[in-house]
């Protein structure tokens, strides 16, 4: 599956094993793991971007994008549904190699892929969790329909740092 955008070049598609490589390239960087949970590797290393790709992407080929420029991967952006009474959920997760950042490729990736689970899956609402100290990803989501509907003092530790924690989403029918 291929998902164009209004930037040339860039679509959202399925991975394949091969991306591995540029995937973990991309990924391995502090810049980018600062924002996530201590569970997104560092080092990521080959072998834990394929099995990224080899497990949960392939499992998950309608919800786990590659973000590709001229078919060379740069990035990921993923919806995971949640389950049980919170199934028509899903949580929105994302990351650019830093190369790339600042060209509003993330505000454009998130826009059509917002859209696209919102036609493509039984999805009503889809949210995002950012720290309070990453004023980037809050002006992606709000640049793509977001709206802030949380916000949650003390929420975070990370590299024994205690950050805020704000919650967006975006639901169907709005
Ligand atoms: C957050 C991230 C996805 C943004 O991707 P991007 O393609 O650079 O985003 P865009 O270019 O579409 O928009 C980002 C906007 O935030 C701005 N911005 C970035 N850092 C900023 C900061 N520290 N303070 C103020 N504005 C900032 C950019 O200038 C840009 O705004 P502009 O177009 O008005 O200049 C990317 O920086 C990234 O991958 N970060 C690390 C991983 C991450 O944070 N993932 C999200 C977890 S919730």
Redesign the pocket.
Known sequence: MVLKTNIKGLVLRNYILEDAVTYAKHADNY??WK??RDEFPNPYTIEKAKEYIGNICNANQKTYLAISLDDIVI?DIHVAQQTDILKLSGFL????SEE?????????AVRVFTKYIFYNSELIRIF???FSN????M??LE?AGYIQEGYFKNAIIKEGKIYDQLQYAKLKST
């Open positions: 810049n980018i924002y996530f990035g997760g994302y990351w650019l790339f950042w600042g060209k509003g490729i993330m505000t454009e995002a969790r950012v990453n004023v980037g990803s002006k992606v640049r």
